[in-house]
Structures are given as structure tokens and as C-alpha cells.
């Protein structure tokens, strides 16, 4: 269950009290929480950049008692001063470099040090007053997939609609878009911490914006890769591609290791054989179209596509016929376009992140390993130095997602009856 409220992200007050709220929570319930996992019931509550998402499972005859209860503290939530002060202190940031990439490319995402800083304000009367607010504007949407039936999935739905009324406007729930770069750009945004003496180095490639066939390029892409070893590539589905390494060293050695990485996949494309290539789709094919060996795999293939707002219950099949069409061609064209360094379709930012802790690559005892930049870059990228204008100079962003069935020539009523017939599904209810 996904609850979107316009509070979760207004400011970084406001995210910080989501976060303390959270854990306010789950202290709140954890002694019920321990007799309902006795009772093969299960339950989470964690926070989203939209609200909060919770999630439910084990024995369905008494989920409804178990939701219930969960809203019930939820909503008259108590707690003391002392309790607040411990809770508070707990408030810090994680995923530092990944983070830093997210500010930068996302329309509306608050700076680690604007969410530090805005800790010193918080308050418990405050918070108080932020949860009356929070339950007073918002959007539920519910997935009930299993062992349910229509009967079982309306009780629970109505003990949501009786604890928690939907009053938020449609336009509330338009999301922030990630900002789109320029074609043939290079940026880096060098940050520094102290935590830690491992620095990071960080290398996102923007691809298109998110279509079948594009999924599948990308997909294919990073697969190609991992079956020749090459390990330090993610797939950032309607995104684009990241390269990311951790080391001693400093940031800028580990980017220009990770460019050589790059560079070196031209060639191993070129090398592979037609056997090889083929091999390779093959396996992907059939993994993508395997059914899914636990309710919980499945279960989160649906929330994927409903918490996207893209709502394709049919995209393995799709994607898998759209692959077995790609040629090797195809994918060298997606790397010469995208990913190569000379490539005129290329949209880079990378994250230097480093130590400036005791032995950290930012230090002044620091012993640095050298590496020479490739022969192709001629031009220094551009340094972000202030976010916001940074961001105020992309003129352009990514499009809202469009869900799947209300796309042109696609039929609703199949992509429906395809959601229901998938393994371990009895029903799904959606409702928002």
C-alpha cells in the first residue's frame, strides 16, 4: 500500500519528521508486531519520496486485524520527549554518492546538508502537529495479491477507507520529473565527506526516455557485460546506465578507470561472436520469462509497475519478443550513441566523492595511484558547483510516465485479464 501525501517532500523539515515518524512507528508496534509474526503475519513500514509504503503478508484470515491496528497507532500516535531526542538522533544520511546523483538529476530532492541542518528545528510539538497534517491530504493505493478473495480484499480495503478518508486532489498527484541532460554534455560534482576513509566515484550515462524498446537495449547492454565479467555496470531502468567504483584511492583516478572500462567495451562488442551474442539473449529471455518461484517475486514485479505509475503486468512478454529481434548492430549502435566517449548522444554526470578522513584519498597523508585520462578527451567536464543553478540550466525533463493500457493501440481489457491469469495470483485489487 503506497500513501502519497503532499508533505513528504515539501521541504527537508518536513522529510526529516517522515523519517522520524517511521520509526516512531515501528517502536510503537514492535511488541503487537512480535505476537503477529508468532502468527505467520508480517508487517513494514518504510518511507518513499512520495509518503510512506507498507507492506503486509502471511495468514490472510486475520490481516484485517493486524491492519487495523497498524492504522489505529499510526494515526493516534504517542510518544514522549525522550523518546522523540533518542529517535532524532538517528536521523543521518547513507548512500552518499548515489544520493549526490539523485540531487542532481531529479526536479525536487533536498541536499544532505539542507536535511542536517534542518534537524536543529525539529520539535515534538511540531511533529505532532505535522501527522494531523499529513493523514489530511492523501492518496492511497492498495495491491492485495494472493491467497484473497473478492470478499477478503473488500475487508481490507474498507478498513482502510474507514481509517484513513482520500481527499487529495489529481494534480497532487503529479510526481517531480528527473531533469534531462544535454546531448554530448560532461558535468562532475565533487563532494566531500568524512565518515568513512573510502572515497567513491560515480559515472551515469542518460538514456532515453523509458519505451519497450529502449528497456530492452538497455537491458541487453548490461547483460552482455556481466557475462564477460565485467561487473562495476548497473541497469537504471528509464534511466540510463551506472558505473561505480569504491577505493582508497581519489575519485578522479577511479573515473578515469571506470572511462577506460568503458572504452574497452567497444571492443569486446566487436570480438563477440554471433554464437555468443545469441547465447546471451537467450539467457536473458529465459530468465525473464520464468515464472516466479516465490508470491513475493511476483508480488513485487506488480508493485513495481503500479508504484511507476507504468502499469505493463504484460512487459515480460513484450520485452522478450522485442529482444528477439535485436541484432548486435542494434546494440552497437545504442553504445556508439550513448555510452562511448566520442558519442554524439552522450549525457554524462559523474560524482566524486571523497574522503577527507584520517588516511581517506582527501587527506593530507594520502598516497594517490596516478592513471593517465584517455587520448579522446580533450575538453575538461564542467564542474557543478551550486546545484540549483545547475539544474535551472536544463531546459528540458523526462515525461511523466503513461500507464501502459492508456498508451494508443494497446488493449486495456488484455492487459487486465493478463495480470490475473499470472502465477499464485488468485486476485488483484487495485484500487485508488
Request: charged content about 25%.
Amino acid at each position: 500500500m503506497e500513501m502519497t501525501s503532499t508533505l513528504e517532500n515539501l521541504d527537508p523539515l518536513m522529510s526529516n519528521y517522515t523519517k522520524i515518524y517511521v520509526e516512531l512507528v515501528n517502536d510503537a508496534l514492535a511488541e503487537y508486531l512480535y505476537d503477529a509474526n508468532l502468527a505467520c503475519l508480517k508487517f513494514d513500514i518504510e518511507t518513499s519520496k512520495y509518503g510512506l509504503v507498507v507492506r503486509m503478508g502471511g495468514l490472510d484470515d486475520k490481516q484485517h486485524v493486524l491492519l487495523d491496528k497498524v492504522l489505529q497507532t499510526m494515526l493516534e500516535l504517542d510518544f514522549d520527549a525522550e523518546h522523540f531526542e533518542i529517535i532524532k538522533k538517528k536521523v543521518e544520511p547513507s548512500e552518499l554518492a548515489i544520493h549526490c546523483e539523485s540531487v542532481c538529476l531529479l526536479e525536487k530532492e533536498w541536499l544532505i546538508t539542507e536535511q542536517l541542518i534542518s534537524t536543529e528545528n525539529l520539535s515534538i510539538g511540531d511533529l505532532k502537529i505535522f501527522m494531523r497534517k499529513f493523514f489530511s491530504v492523501m492518496h492511497i493505493k492498495c495491491l492485495i495479491h494472493g491467497n484473497a478473495n473478492k470478499a477478503a480484499a473488500q475487508k481490507l480495503i474498507e478498513v482502510i477507507e474507514r481509517n484513513l478518508p482520500e481527499n487529495m486532489l489529481p494534480s497532487h498527484l503529479l510526481r517531480p520529473r528527473d531533469m534531462m541532460l544535454n546531448d554530448g554534455c560532461s558535468y562532475v560534482y565533487p563532494v566531500t565527506y568524512d565518515a568513512h576513509k573510502t572515497s567513491c566515484g560515480v559515472i551515469h550515462l542518460q538514456c532515453p526516455p523509458q519505451c519497450i524498446e529502449d528497456n530492452v537495449l538497455l537491458e541487453l547492454f548490461v547483460e552482455l557485460f556481466k557475462y564477460k565479467n565485467v561487473t562495476l555496470v548497473r541497469n537504471l531502468t528509464g534511466q540510463g546506465v551506472r558505473f561505480m567504483m569504491h577505493s582508497l584511492n581519489h575519485p578522479i583516478y577511479m573515473e578515469r578507470k571506470l572511462e577506460h572500462v568503458i572504452f574497452s567495451i567497444k571492443s569486446i562488442l566487436e570480438e563477440m561472436s554471433d554464437k555468443e551474442f545469441e547465447r546471451c539473449k537467450k539467457d536473458l529471455a529465459g530468465r525473464r520469462l520464468e515464472n516466479c518461484k516465490k508470491m513475493i517475486d511476483q508480488t513485487n514485479k506488480y508493485w513495481t509497475e503500479i508504484s511507476s505509475q507504468r502499469q505493463c503486468f504484460d512487459r515480460d512478454r513484450l520485452e522478450t519478443d522485442y529482444l528477439k529481434t535485436i541484432s548486435k548492430t542494434n546494440v552497437m549502435n545504442f553504445y556508439n550513441d550513448y555510452i562511448y566517449a566520442e558519442g554524439a548522444k552522450r549525457r554524462k554526470l559523474a560524482i566524486h566523492l571523497t574522503s577527507t578522513a584520517e588516511g581517506g584519498a582527501g587527506s593530507d597523508s594520502a598516497k594517490l595511484e596516478e592513471i593517465e585520462p584517455l587520448s579522446i578527451f580533450t575538453d575538461e567536464p564542467k564542474q557543478v558547483e551550486n546545484v540549483q543553478s545547475f539544474k535551472s540550466g536544463l531546459a528540458t525533463y523526462y515525461p511523466q510516465p503513461i500507464p501502459y493500457q492508456d498508451r494508443p493501440g494497446v488493449d486495456s481489457n488484455r492487459q487486465i485479464y493478463l495480470a490475473q491469469k499470472k502465477p499464485f495470483l488468485d486476485i488483484e485489487t487495485i484500487l485508488s
